[in-house]
């Protein structure tokens, strides 16, 4: 497969089972973090690594993060997020290393991290092996953050779920024809086509 071939046959993997990477594959797969787009060479990128028995403790906080925002937060939910965090083979938890006052705005140290976050994900299908990317509302807890790592300012872009994927030949998803998110300026403002079906 080609790297072009690659890129366009990834999709998201929520289905993992182990091996995950090994330290030296996994080595190789950050690396990858470190060429993206970094204005200013701030480095936001910050990677928590959480396998073996550390999982069930994550999914306990996790839990606890979901209920300290959402006290009714339904069982069903609990129980999915407990079991997912406790069982995917390794879980890479996206740190956002901030720093508010520099001249390089938020948003740009935001999507240094989530440009660094996708190019983990292209290593990762390149190399055989799988992964998500998992957010919500557990990501904007700072109580969450903090026990993890990330004392404010700092902060949580979410987590990547990461391991062999599970079912071979599964089809991929259906993608939209980027043309319908693409025009030409010429002059005034563009028209999308994707914009015309809402």
Partial sequence: MTPMEML?????????????????????????????PDHGKLRPWRYVIIE????????????????????????AKIDKRRDRFSNMPMIIALGMHLRPD?????????????????????ALSATGFGGVWVSG??????????EIGFEAPHKLAGFLFVG??????????????PEQFTARWLGSPVIFTADSKE
Avoid: C, Y
């Fill in 137 to 146: 509302d557990i990501t904007e807890d700072p109580v969450l953050a903090a």
């Fill in 164 to 177: 062999t994927p599970a079912g071979q030949n599964t089809p991929l998803p259906r993608r939209p024809d």
């Fill in 52 to 75: 073996g028995e550390a999982r069930p403790l994550a999914a306990e906080r996790i839990v606890a993060s979901m209920l300290r925002l959402d006290a009714h937060a339904p069982q």
């Fill in 102 to 122: 520099n001249k390089i705005p938020l948003w740009e140290q935001e999507m240094t991290v989530a440009a660094g976050a996708m190019n983990i994900l292209n």
């Fill in 8 to 36: 366009l046959n990834r999709a998201s993997q929520d289905s993992l089972t182990a091996p995950a990477p090994s330290a030296s594959e996994l080595s190789d797969i950050l690396a990858t973090a470190m060429r993206a």
